[in-house]
Nanobody, 118 residues
Framework: QVQLVESGGGLVQPGGSLRLSCAASGSVFRINVMGWYRQAPGKQRELVATIITSGGSTNYADSVKGRFTISRDNAKNTVYLQMNTLKPEDTGVYYC???????????WGQGTQVTVSS
């Protein structure tokens, strides 16, 4: 089992920045991929960014390319999402995700609210 705890959400003005953190615990050695997803009110959850834990290959949604950066600190079992030039449409609950094990099971964090508003 893998447990995930997010932190770092909050209220920020358009054009501002936030950094989200996701700390993993449990069977962290079995994690293959970690990522961030978000869900805006009335919308489906969507992928924001992912990172392969070995090698560090990343993938981003088109809407955040050039503004968001996903990174990892394997020594701390933590993944970060640096969000710059935030827009109101980035508002939503951000969830950390881990895919782990041979059966590629999913684990989700509890979510952290990000609100971009003036």
């Amino acid at each position: 089992q893998v447990q995930l705890v997010e932190s770092g959400g909050g209220l920020v003005q358009p054009g501002g920045s936030l950094r989200l953190s996701c700390a993993a615990s449990g069977s962290v050695f079995r994690i293959n991929v970690m990522g961030w997803y978000r869900q805006a009110p009335g919308k489906q959850r969507e992928l924001v960014a992912t990172i392969i834990t070995s090698g560090g290959s990343t993938n981003y949604a088109d809407s955040v390319k050039g503004r968001f950066t996903i990174s990892r600190d394997n020594a701390k079992n933590t993944v970060y999402l640096q969000m710059n030039t935030l827009k109101p449409e980035d508002t939503g609950v951000y969830y950390c995700n881990a895919v782990y094990g041979n059966l590629r099971r999913n684990s989700w964090g509890q979510g952290t609210q990000v609100t971009v508003s003036s």
